[in-house]
């Protein structure tokens, strides 16, 4: 079985399949872990990213945070080992999209939430801008 390498990892991963019965988490995004998973293959190590996690670009631009790229890390910078999430305003302990000119990080579920989104209920799609504070998502409507 072919074996891969990540950044945020020392040993090689395998793609494998996780069972509900195993409830783990991803160690990149450290949600719910279900289904297809790429899982260290040394013994006794429990490191799993989901294919999503795994496939996740080093560099985004942001439209949170035009200033500066932002880059994956695999843990936070901070020597607490946490970061805040400068969009939902969670904390988190594994991959951040993160800015070290602004301090300014990005959970990766946040990171992946669509500038705009269309919906049923309403005539005008609905965009993701940053708040006042800078530190947190507004939901607004944008006339189209």
Do not use: W
């Not at 594994?94 to 919906?119: G, I, N, Q, W, Y």
Request: hydrophobic content about 25%.
């Amino acid at each position: 079985m072919k074996q891969l390498n990540h950044f945020s990892h020392r040993h090689p991963l395998r793609l494998s399949g996780v069972q509900p019965e195993d409830q783990t988490i991803c160690s990149g995004c450290e949600l719910d872990l279900l289904g297809p998973a790429y899982i260290c293959t040394k013994a006794g190590c429990s490191f799993l990213l989901h294919e999503s996690c795994m496939e996740l670009p080093r560099r985004v631009r942001h439209k949170s945070h035009p200033i500066h790229p932002l880059v994956l890390l695999s843990s936070p910078p901070y020597s607490d080992g946490e970061f805040t999430c400068d969009a939902c305003g969670d904390s988190g302990h594994a991959f951040t999209f993160h800015c070290s000119t602004c301090k300014f990080d990005l959970h990766v579920e946040c990171a992946s939430l669509p500038e705009t989104e269309d919906s049923d209920d309403h005539k005008h799609p609905r965009t993701y801008e940053p708040a006042q504070n800078g530190h947190s998502y507004d939901l607004e409507y944008i006339a189209s």
